[in-house]
């Protein structure tokens, strides 16, 4: 079951009320992830987590990346990525800030790139972000002008129990 909150939402941001991106943050175990794989298998799309998303990008970087097509194997260029992304009826991102540098409290060069990219990317088209981190947090984590592009958005605040242990 979506929390009411968050249903409440995602119907403004589907009828155009409300600005993306969707900004979805609270404890662990209290149903984001739920909420955003149900609306990729809903609407379609990707689902990655921010850590899977820098990865993948920096694997087609160093040209690491293979897809299957036609029965071939081929390599996959970083512009492939992009332009799915970009042409994604909805893209959702997990975990954001979720793997850090435990020296420097923040995320590598290169996923703050990638998450910042995509956010431009996907300015106006459906994006969900979700995270245990607060948008201060975030700040720490990123930095402002990440916050500021979430920020821009709908942001959801779940609460609760997590489903998986009850506290």
């Given at each position: 079951?979506?929390?009411?909150?968050?249903?409440?939402s995602m119907?403004g941001l589907?009828?155009g009320k409300l600005p993306?991106p969707?900004?979805?943050y609270g404890p662990i175990?209290?149903?984001k992830t739920?909420?955003g794989l149900?609306?990729v298998?809903?609407a379609?799309g990707?689902?990655?987590t921010a850590?899977?998303?820098?990865?993948l990008?920096n694997?087609a970087n160093?040209?690491?990346?293979f897809?299957?097509?036609d029965q071939?194997?081929?390599?996959?260029s970083p512009?492939?990525?992009?332009n799915?992304?970009?042409?994604?009826k909805?893209?959702?991102?997990d975990?954001l800030?979720?793997?850090?540098?435990?020296?420097s409290?923040?995320v590598?060069?290169?996923?703050?790139?990638?998450?910042?990219?995509?956010?431009?990317?996907?300015?106006?088209?459906?994006l969900?972000?979700?995270?245990?981190?607060?948008l201060p947090q975030?700040?720490k984590?990123?930095d402002?002008?990440?916050?500021?592009r979430?920020?821009a958005?709908?942001?959801?605040?779940?609460?609760g129990k997590?489903?998986r242990?009850?506290?």
């Amino acid at each position: 079951m979506i929390d009411p909150t968050l249903r409440e939402s995602m119907n403004g941001l589907i009828q155009g009320k409300l600005p993306w991106p969707l900004f979805v943050y609270g404890p662990i175990g209290t149903g984001k992830t739920c909420a955003g794989l149900v609306l990729v298998d809903h609407a379609g799309g990707f689902f990655y987590t921010a850590s899977e998303w820098a990865r993948l990008l920096n694997e087609a970087n160093n040209g690491m990346l293979f897809d299957k097509v036609d029965q071939e194997i081929r390599k996959v260029s970083p512009q492939t990525l992009w332009n799915g992304i970009s042409k994604a009826k909805l893209v959702v991102i997990d975990e954001l800030g979720a793997r850090i540098d435990a020296k420097s409290e923040k995320v590598s060069e290169h996923a703050y790139e990638s998450i910042k990219e995509l956010i431009d990317l996907r300015y106006g088209k459906p994006l969900v972000l979700l995270s245990n981190l607060t948008l201060p947090q975030v700040a720490k984590v990123y930095d402002e002008r990440v916050v500021d592009r979430i920020a821009a958005g709908t942001i959801v605040n779940l609460q609760g129990k997590s489903r998986r242990t009850g506290q």
